[in-house]
């Protein structure tokens, strides 16, 4: 199958009081893939766990699926000021969603998967679909312990593979156990790898699940508060690029039921990946969806064909040309069986000087600095001379020539002084601004 149309849910998950809720639930999404001509469609990790609150009996129960239902949107007030009594009185009597799921999967593990396995398998029958079903906490059928388990179903509603959580979170401590290893799935759609939660975070997983064959990485997130969610998104695109891959991740929003300590709400902006060159501004995203809180659907095609081409042709060619040779010294650290952390916390202290200080003179031993005299701002004229030229005698107006006596004495009177210097006066300003002196009035 060379072009496959798949679907990624965004989800809430909701404390539903029988299973046939939980049915309609998860025919919303279902529908919309539908409509949209998908095969394949994933829900988000924890999502599973959407069974067990119909299998919990008793008082505790009902007032948490009391005040689940208050925080639904498009509820009437009515409903939402019950919701705030029944998750008042759940607080003060102690009811907790993780504690009966504890207790349940202590006592009666298989009711759990039962009702799990019959809600999902129903849905990819009724639907046609290859359906990734959210992951819940189940026995492993190898171990018999409790792991952290997606499970894939074909469109017969059969089980076609299983994925256990290898990386745990801290909500996870207590309720499980590590997965083993990571195997891709054969389906009618292709041959998937699933990443739940922090998985997408190792690169040798992704990379492991290629050398398996897989087309597309699938990621599961159940992701507590503003920055997790953004983190495994970052580190599943990141697999799909370096290993030339599709892939998605499916987040579970709103409210958290099932954390440790101070509860976060869930969050996560799901989207669908391909390779750069497939994709707009080389950004690897296909579609996203619009909040990292509402609910949704999203669709993309894949072609598997185009993808077999760019293995061949691409001018980065991830797959084709690989230094296996100097990969061969990471294959001897992780024979080490070491962590970073570790092999960090054994290396020997490095004897690090501090930094000199920076030489400080004393003022006196400060060079001196030579500094040019400043430069006039405004340079001098030349002196006047003593007796002004004859052409410039000619130019100067009669009246000023009339004033003036044929002979002058070696010392004038005062009248005559005051006179002379204003003439003076007014040639120098005249010579200093170089424009030409007054013409002469005509003579009659």
Not at 286 to 310: H, K, N, P, Q, Y
Not at 311 to 333: G, H, K, N, Q, Y
Not at 384 to 389: A, M, N, S, V
Request: glycine share 10%; proline share 7%.
């Amino acid at each position: 199958m060379d072009q496959v149309i798949v679907a990624c849910v965004q989800q809430r998950l909701r404390l539903h009081e029988e299973l046939d809720g939980c049915r309609k639930d998860l025919a919303r999404f279902l529908r919309m893939a539908q409509a949209k001509k998908a095969q394949l469609i994933v829900f988000p990790e924890l999502l599973g766990m959407i069974a067990v609150p119909p299998l919990l009996p008793g008082l505790r129960a009902e007032l948490l699926k009391q005040a689940d239902r208050g925080r639904r949107s498009g509820t009437s007030l009515w409903t939402r000021a019950k919701g705030k009594v029944a998750d008042t009185a759940a607080s003060v009597l102690k009811a907790d969603l993780r504690q009966d799921l504890g207790r349940l999967l202590e006592g009666d593990a298989g009711l759990v998967w039962d009702a799990y396995r019959d809600l999902f398998a129903g849905a990819a029958r009724e639907y046609g679909l290859t359906v990734v079903a959210g992951s819940g906490y189940f026995r492993d059928e190898v171990s018999g312990q409790v792991v952290n388990q997606a499970v894939v179903f074909g469109p017969q509603g059969n089980i076609v593979g299983r994925q256990a959580k290898v990386s745990l979170s801290a909500d996870d401590v207590g309720l499980a156990v590590p997965g083993t290893g990571w195997s891709a799935i054969d389906t009618e759609v292709g041959r998937i790898g699933l990443l739940l939660g922090n998985d997408a975070l190792y690169p040798e997983a992704g990379r492991l699940l290629a050398y398996q064959g897989a087309q597309m990485l699938i990621g599961l997130g159940a992701c507590p508060g503003a920055g997790l969610h953004r983190k495994v998104r970052a580190g599943l695109l990141a697999r799909v690029q370096e290993n030339q891959l599709y892939g998605m991740v499916s987040f579970l929003v709103g409210h958290n039921a099932l954390g440790l300590g101070e509860r976060q709400e869930y969050a996560g902006q799901s989207a669908i990946f391909a390779p750069a060159e497939f994709t707009l501004h080389y950004s690897g995203l296909m579609v996203e969806l619009g909040t990292a809180s509402s609910e949704g659907v999203i669709t993309a095609e894949w072609d598997f064909g185009a993808l077999r081409e760019l293995w061949a042709e691409s001018d980065t060619p991830l797959r084709r040309v690989m230094p296996m040779a100097a990969f061969r010294s990471l294959a001897e650290r992780y024979g080490e069986g070491r962590t970073l952390h570790e092999v960090w916390q054994a290396r020997p202290p490095e004897a690090v000087a501090p930094p000199p200080l920076p030489e400080v003179l004393p003022v006196e031993a400060l060079p001196e600095i030579a500094v040019a005299p400043p430069e006039p701002l405004v340079e001098e004229l030349p002196p006047l001379p003593e007796e002004l030229p004859e052409k410039l005698l000619e130019e100067l107006p009669e009246e000023l020539l009339e004033e003036l006596p044929e002979e002058l004495p070696e010392e004038l009177p005062k009248e005559l002084r005051a006179k002379e210097d204003v003439t003076d006066a007014v040639l120098e300003k005249l010579l200093a601004e170089d424009a030409p002196l007054p013409e002469s009035k005509a003579t009659t």
